[in-house]
Structure formats: structure tokens, C-alpha cells
């Protein structure tokens, strides 16, 4: 449900009454007085005044057309500011689906992925606001130290086409947190924010994948266990069990470590890393690039454990916190 301000209009109908209302009054022959014999006649300076007031008339009349360009231009203006793309804000409704809202604005559904956090595309939540690009592409808001060549490249859009949309005379001038609409980039933006862990407000995302088969029972919860802190999930799987990254970021650290045997973790990027923990073997090694659910590891039963599992770890700002809050499954 879009809200659209707008004019309100009103209908207006024309007053009059039937024939038989019409009143004829008759009137007498009307003879033009005739003039006294010294009445004054018209002057030459009579005729001078008249014929400078029809010269008056004549030149307001050739001054019409240029008033009317000008007219023509500021309609012209204002049509164009009409054609720019705008950003609107809906709330989803009971039983609505992305590709509902995407066919109500005449966009796609990338669109909308693209320029709000929805981790997963099948869950929207009643009263969600979501931001609405009127056009098929991407918002983008300016960074400190970015320009509009860099954006350009990120996006792969010409500046020309970014600059003609956006309305920007000067691409050398853009201003930091200035929001661009950035055309027919929402495949890209919508790709970025699929891998997306934190959101432009700065919170944590539910968009971690599961980190080893699936069907595998939790055999201990994240928070307080004998008297001290659980730091993560312990997850039951058989020794030599896949285990896989939980989202793509760049390894940090493949090996042994006190308590946690042998151990990988895997930097995200904006404060977020993950652990895994109890391994037999790592396949990755530290500065390694990985991908959203790649085979990083096997479990085992290596440093203070009770049995073969796989200990799994969310930090966030250096800070623990409670994966199940923040996996899809």
C-alpha cells in the first residue's frame, strides 16, 4: 500500500434556467441626440492620444509570444522534473509476495532487493516498509572519498547515464551520504545485498547459511553451560561431516588453537566473523577467499570436546552472539 499525496479536484457545472424563465423587456426607437452647435470636436492631440493607446495595445500584443516561450519552458522544466524517477515507501500487506509489489510498480524484483534488506525473498514481514525505485535499478548512497567514476565502475553505468537520471550538472561535485539512483544496476545492488551480513542501519542480518548438512540435530545451545559461557551452537555430525562457510569472506585463521582444537575462522568484513570449531582437517588455508557456502573443512573431535560435533561461532564487533538468531534455517 503506497500513500501519493496529491490535488484534490472538484466538478463544477454550469447554472442557468429553462426558456420560460427568460424575461423579454421592450423598448422604444433610440435617436442619438443631436450636438450643440459649439460642442468641441475631437483634437489632433485626441487622435495622438488614441493612436499611441492602439500602438500600446500592438505592442503588448507582440510581447505575448516571448511570454508564452517562457511559459513553454517552465512547463517544459517541470514536465522533465516529473519523468525523474522517484523513491517511495510501501507497506506490505497480508499475503503479499515480492513479485506482487515488483508487477504493482511496473519494476522488477531485483529492484526491491536491491535497495532493502530482505535476506530471504519468501519471508516478508506484515507492515515491513519497503523502498520503492520507480525505475529498474538501484539506490545508492555516496561514500566518503567516492566519486562518480568509482560508483560508475561498481555498477558498470556510464556517469553520463547516472548523471542525466540524477539530474547532475557537475560530476565532479557529489556530496557525501547523497542518495543516487543508479539505472538498470539492480542485478548488481540485488547480488550485494543477497551477501549482505549487516544493514545501512548498522544491525546484524539472519543471512548466515547452515554451516554443515542439513537435518543436523543442535546438541548444545548457545549461552550459559556449567556454570560459564557457551559461546556458540554445538552441532551433532559425525566425524569427517562437511563443513561449509557460512558466508563469503576471507579466511583468517586455519588450525590448532587451545580449547577449540582445530579451528577455522573466516572474516566477513564490517565486523563480522564466524568460527568453526572440533575440525579434523581444513581444506582452506589463511587469505583464502571463499564463497558463500564452500566446502572449507571436515569436523572431528579435537580439543575440548565431548564427543564428534561441529562448534559454530558468530562475532559481531568482537562480540558473540547467538547464531540461531541469525541463520536462515
Known sequence: MATQMGSDTANRSGVG????????ISATAYEEPALPADAPSASSDDAAAVAAAETAAGGATAAAPADAGGQEAVEDAAEKEEQRPLILKHVVQRGETLWEIALKYGIDVDTIVANNDIPDIDRL???????????????HTVRRGESLWDISRTYNVSIDEIAAVNGIADPSRIQVNQQLIIPGAQAAAAALRREALVSSSGQLLRNFEWPTISGARI????????????????????????????????????????????????DHGNGVETRYAHLSRPVVSVGQRVKRGQLIAYSGNTGNSTGPHL?????????????????KR
Open 219 to 266: 546438541s548444545s545451545n548457545f549461552g550459559q553451560r556449567w556454570g560459564r559461557m557457551h559461546y556458540g551452537i554445538d552441532i551433532a555430525i559425525p566425524i569427517g561431516t562437511q563443513v561449509y562457510a557460512a558466508a563469503a569472506g576471507t579466511v583468517t585463521y586455519a588450525g590448532p588453537m587451545g580449547t577449540y582444537g582445530i579451528l577455522v575462522i573466516i
Open 17 to 24: 434556467g429553462p426558456d420560460d424563465d427568460l424575461v423579454v
Open 125 to 139: 514481514q506484515i507492515g515491513q516498509e519497503l523502498t520503492i525505485l520507480t525505475i529498474r535499478g538501484a539506490i
Open 311 to 327: 562448534h559454530f561461532e558468530i562475532r559481531y564487533r568482537g562480540t558473540a552472539v547467538n547464531p540461531l538468531q541469525y541463520l
